[in-house]
């Protein structure tokens, strides 16, 4: 795949991840308001007589109570609370408070099926709880009453009620809502302003001059509708509170703030977002595409192989699966195992399973029996003589130097390679010219880019995009470093001859018919078949068509059961599962993934 193909991909990429995603639905709380009728008195004392009639609708579940909380920052006090439930009134029951609590924190009932509420402050907030017995459906109305001292602004020559009437720490929707609000004296219309903030409402003056309403047709769960009505200072005899100066000096600086911020949205961020944009989409790109193609340029002219090897029907020469993987991938990930299996399929060693029992729990293992001398390759030589052993080489006592091992088997294979021509230079060393710096950008933009959109997402929302470009980039230049493998024109022709005979291994694994004429030879081919990642759909294909068991592997039997303790066989299906957990295990602890081709 070309580069600029790879990099268009991941342009699709990006803008994919930069469109908005769907709001997630909030979870339904089994209720909901039909109403919520809010009705405030302005008193010539500046006290405020505040009813809240909230008309319930239970759906689903079970009820037992409610609540309001009420900030206090901006109003003295809070006090001749009441609670009605039409012509009841519920008494006063401090242990309600408790009741309430349990509830809101856990969900749990631990209250008695009686009326009552409570008050309590808790910070800055008053609270009143109620509580009834248990309710499964229909509706109920409560109104709650209270009366708020201090809460009106005094100044010069206007006085304001500044009120949440609807408060927004809510998880249900309300279907309409009304506020009255009582002036506390006939005033001049024109004098009067009306505004509201949060969910949309239609206010308006009665013609008695005194009375405003404001109406809405629907409020969401977690909206609020914010009161604020201002009229000629003197209809109230009050001097202004002690939170007023502070409140209003806080709410300057933050209006400031949202005047601040406004502009920015609004003139700056979007070209902020164009330049992340331009980054990630061009600049980032662009400069990938020179860096990549100077880094295939400096490997010089790749070898031209003029030969087509489709299909290539039987292994081309006897290259060890080692050398093959390293041929057709530039990598040695299970060169390890491929040899470990090619060395039991020639006889030199064998490999038994063991098992030992812990109590309930059976732990297998493998042993790897040397069974005559090896005279091969450096690597496979090293194979027999560490990995195995005359008296048998268990493979678990590896398992933590595997990695030194693996290490010094790949620079063996990469050495033969070398001495028979088949590369100008190692392909470890040729790759790492783009996989290092690949790798070192793709985590460096993401170590760098997690931190910046954390704190920098309000100034930006796509100040994700150049890093994740970035990230992208070094990971296109990690899949691309095979390329920079420098063959020789011997090993170019090697490599394709055995990428051919890789897709006919596939093909077999998969075809049966074409599969029949190897039954007795199919463990020949089995170390090849792992370098190209076909190991377990090659011994499933030749299971299922009933191919003898290997000679070089001797499955456990527990004493007492068919078979001796140690044994081989007839058949392939016979030990399938057996075979199947000692090839991914040598597998898994002497190699890694592997990829058809």
């Known amino acids: 795949m070309k580069i600029a193909s790879l990099l268009s991909i991941a342009v699709l990429i990006i803008l994919l991840l930069s469109a908005p995603l769907p709001a997630l639905a909030d979870r339904d709380p089994g209720y909901f308001y039909d109403s919520v009728d809010v009705d405030i008195l302005i008193r010539p004392d500046s006290d405020l007589q505040v009813s809240e009639l909230q008309n319930f609708r239970f759906q689903s579940g079970d009820f037992h109570g409610g609540y309001r909380s009420i900030p206090t920052d901006k109003l003295v006090s809070i006090d001749n609370v009441e609670v009605w439930e039409g012509a009841t009134r519920y008494p006063l029951n401090p242990e309600v408070r408790d009741w309430v609590k349990k509830r809101i924190s856990s969900g749990k009932v631990i209250g008695r099926e009686e009326y009552g509420y409570a008050t309590w402050t808790e910070g800055n907030r008053f609270w009143i709880g109620w509580w009834f017995p248990t309710t499964m459906s229909g509706s109920k109305a409560i109104e709650v009453k209270y009366t708020a001292h201090g809460a009106l602004r005094i100044h010069d020559t206007v006085d304001r009620l500044y009120w949440k009437a609807i408060w927004p720490d809510r998880t249900a929707g309300i279907n309409s809502a009304t506020i009255t609000v009582h002036l506390p004296g006939k005033v001049d219309t024109s004098l009067v302003t009306l505004k509201s903030y949060g969910a949309a409402a239609e206010s308006r003056i009665l013609d008695d001059g005194v009375t405003v309403v404001f109406s809405c047709g629907g409020v969401v769960p977690s909206q609020e509708v914010e009161l604020d009505i201002a009229w000629p200072h003197g209809l109230v005899a009050a001097d202004a509170p002690s939170w007023q100066a502070g409140a209003e000096e806080s709410e300057t600086a933050a209006s400031a703030d949202r005047q601040r911020k406004a502009y920015y949205d609004g003139e700056v961020k979007p070209y902020v977002n164009l330049i992340m944009f331009v980054l990630a989409l061009l600049v980032v790109p662009l400069a990938a ?65 063991t098992c030992q029992k812990y109590a309930f729990l059976t732990s297998r293992d493998f042993v790897l029996t040397n069974l005559k001398e090896n005279n091969g390759f450096g690597f496979e030589e090293m194979v027999s003589s560490k990995l195995a052993s005359p008296e048998g080489g268990k493979l678990s006592s590896w398992r933590n130097k595997m990695p030194a091992l693996l290490k010094e088997f790949n620079k063996s294979v990469e050495d033969e390679a070398l001495r028979q021509g088949l590369f100008t230079e190692p392909p470890s060393q040729s790759m790492k010219r783009l996989l290092t710096p690949g790798l070192l950008i793709m985590v460096g933009a993401v170590i760098v880019a997690v931190p910046l959109t954390i704190f920098l997402f309000d100034y930006a929302e796509f100040v994700f995009l ?61 170390p090849l078949a792992v370098i190209f990642g076909l190991a377990q759909p090659w011994i499933s294909r030749f299971a299922s068509m009933g191919a003898p068991a290997p000679s070089w592997f001797y499955v456990y039997h527990a004493p007492g059961s068919a078979g001796t303790a140690m044994d081989t066989a007839v058949s392939l299906s016979s030990i399938q599962s057996a075979f199947n957990t000692m090839v991914s295990t040598i597998s898994g602890s002497a190699g890694g993934s592997g990829g058809a081709v």
């Open 289 to 353: 595409v020179i860096w990549l193609k100077g880094a295939l340029k400096r490997r010089g002219q790749a070898i031209e192989v003029q030969r087509d090897y489709g299909p290539q029907y039987t292994p081309p020469d006897n290259t060890p699966p080692s050398l093959v993987e390293l041929l057709v991938s530039g990598r040695s990930t299970m060169g390890l195992a491929s040899t470990i299996f090619d060395l039991a399929r020639r006889g030199i060693i064998r490999i038994d399973e």
């Open 466 to 526: 150049p890093f994740a470009m970035l990230a992208i980039a070094g990971i296109v230049a990690a899949a691309l470093s095979p390329k920079l493998i420098s063959y020789t024109a011997k090993g170019a022709q090697e490599a394709a001859a055995w990428k051919a005979f890789g897709k006919y291994l596939g093909k077999l694994a998969k075809d049966r018919q074409l599969a029949t004429g190897h039954l007795d030879t199919w463990d020949s081919y089995l």
